[in-house]
């Protein structure tokens, strides 16, 4: 069977069945047939891959065109444990098909790479997923990992991690370098697997509710907005308006305190420690507005299904708009500081490049996407409200360095301010009841009905998916949380190639992957 | 940028005065040393943080008391890159059991006297993380724990306050 480059729901539509009750974009089943023609389809045209996950015995697969920015789920049962390998066709797959090895023990038939990726051989169960997991000898100490062969005359191995020597999150680096330069990187990650999916299983909507707003802490709004609005979906539940902008607000606060701080970093790993202490005021500044207005530095728990936990406190609207106004003044003068440094340039332009054509091949999102020429977004593209009535510009670069990923991020900071100020401006009102008490933004998520959702929500980092099934009992059948992370790490490896060994923190730190996000 | 520190210097500081060591901290610490023969540290410590499956949510407030508001090298305390420089770990993260081993040799590599910090309702108890199949649970069921800073994540007034009382204690041992 062989299908023609056709549009995306031309081919999903041929190839499979749609399944009821998924929302808001179309899942379809299909045969091993149907899946093999799908590969075939995608090793020849440019769909971006934006999820592949398994559940016991089925593995699903989000694909998205770009150009139209049509969204669909292929579903294929695997009632013997196998599937076509899509990693195969497609690299950006490789790795979220060794986790559907490790957590489901569905085998990836035909994978270009076999080895575990989260399981480190310590848990004391394979496959811990699986409709019959498998108890296994949990040894103290983790299995032996073989890393790539690399040869060649005159090179040497560095290990790096898991522990590292900041204060960042845990994973192995390998380089292979020659002299100073580096000619391979390995990533070795799922130090931090904390089984998120696994807890989140048999959970109330609201409970699991935690655990997505912990995915990664730094993205916990993200995480909580993405997650609540595949709840949503999946119930057909229609939050609040006053939420929908109250959680805007919140996801740009978020964007722009880790914008900052990432500037701040970058240019300390550059050895400019100056603008790390101007950037960490600034930062500290967003984090006790939203202190001050949702009641949490992070703002977690914040947002939950069918709206938000908390209202802005009282005095909270006219913060943000001082908050914005501050941050106009004390801003820029940094950026032409770091524009004007010829030090600083020196270390970041042309550093840690990453081609146009390799973010595509992974579908990099985020300032990784941005830098290198993707200009992806999520609350674009899809879009979700109150984007669709906010005005805000998408900065893109083709450079593709560190020095192209800074910038991205302090165009976004600007653009972020913007949207700040629009947000608190037009936000809907208060409403009062007769009682002239001031109920909370929330609608109730009843729990008499099963549904599918899915949802994506653009995080300082990128394109955030997350996927859920609830049961008729309102608890969490499955979930499936997708950080940006996924697609942004294994181009590390490429960005750091040719450079020195010292530059790897800068362009590490220009990245900013998450580790938590990626482990699950 | 010699405006912007020209400027600095005229606008006085922007960090937050100190507050008083955790008295609970202190309680909690004092309990623990009680006996215990401990080398005096001097007015200063050296920390080294280990992420045992954090959400990544703790190291930003670990972050935020090394900025210039909370400031914390002004009391003697400081992040240290090696595990062998350092009189502290301070561990956030449910301990995942992929990162156990790590942080049991991280722990060896520590010179005595040492202590354990667990850093954040996770460290502390294993938190919304607690009895999945990937994590051993709180800090103190792989090494020992001389204090705890509970919070999700803890605030960085909270965790200074907590850094001080250990200073303190430190300080007063024989
Ligand atoms: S205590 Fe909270 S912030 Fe800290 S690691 Fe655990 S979940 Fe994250």
Same mark, same amino acid.
């Given at each position: 069977m062989h299908v023609e480059e056709d549009s995306l729901h031309g081919v999903l539509g041929r190839i499979g069945r749609p399944v009821a009750d998924h929302r808001p974009w179309p899942r379809y089943t299909t045969t091993p047939d149907g899946w093999r023609a799908l590969l075939d389809t995608l090793a020849g045209n440019r769909w971006t891959l934006v999820g592949l996950w398994g559940e016991p015995g089925?593995?699903?697969?989000?694909?998205?065109?770009?150009?139209?920015?049509?969204?669909?789920?292929?579903?294929?049962?695997?009632?013997?444990?196998?599937?076509?390998?899509?990693g195969a066709v497609r690299p950006a797959a490789i790795r979220p098909e060794r986790v559907i090895r490790d957590l489901f023990g569905l085998v990836p038939e035909g994978a270009p790479d076999g080895r575990p990726w989260l399981d480190h051989g310590v848990w004391g169960v394979r496959a811990p997923l699986a409709a019959a997991p498998v108890p296994a000898a949990a040894p103290p100490l983790p299995e032996p990992y073989p890393v790539l062969p690399v040869e060649g005359e005159g090179l040497h191995q560095i290990p790096v991690g898991p522990v590292h020597a900041g204060i960042i999150e845990p994973g192995h680096f390998r380089f292979t370098a020659n002299g100073e330069t580096v000619v391979r990187l390995e990533e070795r990650l799922g130090y931090v697997h904390k089984g998120i999916e696994g807890l989140m299983r048999g959970r109330t909507v609201a409970d699991a509710a935690r655990l997505a707003a912990r995915l990664s802490g730094d993205s916990t709004v993200a995480g909580s907005l993405a997650y609540a609005r595949a709840v949503e979906a999946a119930l057909e539940v229609t939050p609040p308006p006053r939420a929908v902008w109250?959680?805007?607000?919140?996801?740009?606060?978020?964007?722009?305190?880790?914008?900052?701080?990432?500037?701040?970093?970058?240019?300390?790993?550059?050895?400019?420690?100056?603008?790390?202490?101007?950037?960490?005021?600034?930062?500290?500044?967003?984090?006790?507005?939203?202190?001050?207005?949702?009641?949490?530095?992070?703002?977690?728990?914040?947002?939950?299904?069918?709206?938000?936990?908390?209202?802005?406190?009282?005095?909270?609207?006219?913060?943000v708009?001082?908050?914005?106004?501050?941050?106009?003044?004390?801003?820029?003068?940094?950026?032409?500081?770091?524009?004007?440094?010829?030090?600083?340039?020196?270390?970041?332009?042309?550093?840690?490049?990453?081609?146009v054509g390799l973010a595509n091949r992974f579908g990099a999102g985020g300032h990784v996407g941005r830098a290198s020429?993707?200009?992806?977004?999520?609350?674009?593209?899809?879009?979700?409200?109150?984007?669709?009535?906010?005005?805000?510009?998408?900065?893109?670069?083709?450079?593709?360095?560190?020095?192209?990923?800074?910038?991205?991020?302090?165009?976004?900071?600007?653009?972020?301010?913007?949207?700040?100020?629009?947000?608190?401006?037009r936000m809907p009102g208060v409403p009062r009841d007769v009682a002239g008490t001031?109920?909370?933004?929330?609608?109730?998520?009843?729990?008499?009905?099963?549904?599918?959702?899915?949802?994506?929500?653009?995080?300082?980092?990128?394109?955030?998916?997350?996927?859920?099934?609830?049961?008729?009992?309102?608890?969490?059948?499955?979930?499936?949380?997708?950080?940006?992370?996924?697609?942004?790490?294994?181009?590390?490896?490429?960005?750091?190639?040719?450079?020195?060994?010292?530059?790897?923190?800068?362009?590490?730190?220009?990245?900013?992957?998450?580790?938590?996000?990626?482990?699950? | 940028m010699l405006k912007h520190i020209l400027k600095a210097?005229?606008?006085?500081?922007?960090?937050?005065?100190?507050?008083?060591?955790?008295? #609970? =901290?202190?309680?909690? /610490? !004092?309990?623990?040393? %009680?006996? #215990? =023969?401990?080398?005096? /540290? !001097?007015?200063?410590? %050296?920390?080294?943080?280990?992420?045992?499956g954090s959400c990544n949510g703790c190291e930003l407030e670990i972050h935020a008391i090394n900025n210039p508001v909370y400031d914390l090298e002004r009391f003697g305390i400081r992040f240290v890159a090696s595990?062998?420089?350092?009189?502290?770990?301070?561990?956030?993260?449910?301990?995942?059991?992929?990162?156990a081993e790590a942080l049991r040799r991280t722990l060896d590599a520590t010179p005595d006297p040492k202590w354990?910090?667990?850093?954040?309702?996770?460290?502390?108890?294993?938190?919304?993380?607690?009895?999945?199949?990937?994590?051993?649970?709180?800090?103190?069921?792989?090494?020992?724990?001389?204090?705890?800073?509970?919070?999700?994540?803890?605030?960085?007034?909270?965790?200074?306050?907590?850094?001080?009382?250990?200073?303190?204690?430190?300080?007063?041992?024989?």
């Open positions: 089925a593995v699903h697969v989000a694909l998205r065109e770009d150009l139209s920015g049509d969204l669909g789920v292929v579903s294929l049962d695997c009632p013997d444990g196998r599937f076509p390998s899509v109250l959680r805007a607000l919140m996801a740009e606060l978020e964007r722009i305190a880790n914008h900052l701080g990432d500037i701040g970093a970058i240019c300390n790993d550059a050895a400019f420690a100056f603008m790390l202490a101007e950037m960490g005021r600034l930062r500290e500044a967003v984090l006790s507005t939203a202190d001050a207005c949702f009641g949490h530095r992070l703002m977690m728990d914040r947002i939950v299904p069918g709206g938000v936990a908390v209202d802005i406190a009282p005095d909270g609207p006219a913060r708009l001082e908050l914005a106004a501050e941050l106009r003044r004390r801003f820029p003068p940094l950026v032409r500081i770091y524009d004007d440094k010829a030090s600083l340039q020196d270390r970041t332009v042309g550093t840690g490049t990453v081609s020429g993707r200009g992806g977004d999520a609350r674009r593209s899809p879009s979700y409200p109150p984007y669709d009535d906010l005005e805000f510009e998408v900065p893109v670069l083709t450079e593709g360095d560190v020095n192209a990923r800074v910038w991205i991020r302090i165009r976004e900071v600007e653009q972020s301010l913007g949207l700040l100020e629009q947000i608190v401006r001031t109920p909370l933004p929330l609608v109730p998520v009843t729990a008499d009905r099963a549904g599918e959702g899915m949802a994506l929500v653009e995080a300082f980092r990128g394109e955030m998916l997350v996927w859920v099934r609830v049961g008729a009992d309102g608890t969490v059948d499955r979930c499936h949380l997708r950080d940006a992370s996924w697609f942004q790490w294994p181009l590390l490896e490429a960005a750091i190639e040719g450079n020195i060994v010292a530059d790897f923190p800068l362009c590490n730190k220009s990245f900013n992957c998450s580790y938590s996000g990626h482990d699950l | 210097l005229t606008e006085g500081p922007v960090t937050m005065p100190g507050p008083a060591p955790s008295p #609970a =901290a202190l309680e909690e /610490l !004092g309990q623990r040393v %009680a006996g #215990a =023969a401990r080398v005096r /540290l !001097g007015r200063s410590l %050296a920390i080294r943080e280990v992420d045992a595990p062998r420089h350092a009189d502290v770990l301070l561990v956030t993260g449910p301990v995942t059991k992929n990162m354990v910090v667990a850093c954040g309702d996770c460290a502390v108890s294993g938190g919304v993380f607690a009895g999945s199949y990937a994590c051993v649970g709180p800090v103190e069921a792989v090494v020992p724990v001389d204090l705890r800073i509970p919070g999700c994540p803890p605030r960085p007034e909270d965790l200074l306050s907590a850094l001080l009382a250990l200073l303190e204690v430190a300080d007063a041992s024989p």
